[in-house]
């Protein structure tokens, strides 16, 4: 079996890379050398390298959410179209296809408003219309994928981060070290998930060969509000966590709705037999030190 994965030099890829298992044939694929938005270009792929038994992780994706308000098509392409080409190419070459979604395929409250909900999303919960661009061509993706290979594993993640330079952990500490004082939104709740447990989870259920067909939830446990992280990370580095100020969404406005709510509910990750994703503080405490 070999595993391929698409998107490979971005977050999730290059943790997929970093933690392959011996025995995973891992082939990572950047973006030059698979547009998968292309889907010539997937066909010719999957005819060449692509063998019965294989497993290919959809990680490529427009992930610039605020972009994607004026970029529909672009995303498109590469949200909705990619998984329905990588999808195809698994059916017809009997392989298999994990494809990476996000919370923000839900279409619960936006903040600033406050959330009516407080019971974390299952896989079902869905309704039809994101308020976010990103979220639509997700959801698309999403479903593209599953009617052009039934067989196709959906895993929704939420707030993932690897503690490093741009992603929202790493940005928090170099603005410790930058200001007394840092604002931070307070209204959004979510399960920050570190990318090492995420890669763990995403090997564990490939070779355990689990949740075919199924749409799986996949975070660290627990829930916070991106302020509630930042004073975490401060804590952890032996800072006061008072010098993070809380605020709300309308203080920082945005081109894309953000959810109020994105708490993404284990069960189904369970029920398909894997182990739970470690509680956030737990993983964030690792994260910190590696
Ligand atoms: N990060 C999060 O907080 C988060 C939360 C929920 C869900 N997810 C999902 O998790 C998955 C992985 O996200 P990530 O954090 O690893 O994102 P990322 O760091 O932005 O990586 C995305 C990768 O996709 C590649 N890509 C873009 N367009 C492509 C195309 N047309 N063909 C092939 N590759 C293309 C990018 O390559 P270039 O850089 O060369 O363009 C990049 O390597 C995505 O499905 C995302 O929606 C992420």
Redesign the pocket.
Known sequence: MRVHV?????????VLRATAPSTAGFVG????E?????GSAVQRWAAESLAPGDVIV???????VDDAETDAAAAA???TD?PAHLAAASAARRARLV??????VFDGPVAPAASTRTAPYEPDDVGSEPPSV?GRT?LAGERAARAADPTATIV??????RGGAG?FVGTMRRLAAERDRITVVDDQLGSP?Y?GDLARGLWELITADAGRGAVLHATNGGQTTWCGLAKAVFEADGLDPDRVVPCTTADFPRPAPRPAYSVLSPLSWSAAGLRPLPDWRDALTRALVR
């Open positions: 698409t998107g490979a030099t971005g977050q999730l890829g290059s694929l950047s973006s030059a698979l547009d998968v938005a292309d959809n990680c490529a994706a427009y992930t610039r392409a590469v949200n990619g494809h990476l979604s996000t919370d923000y990103y997700k929704r993640t939420a707030w993932v981060y992603d998930t990318v």
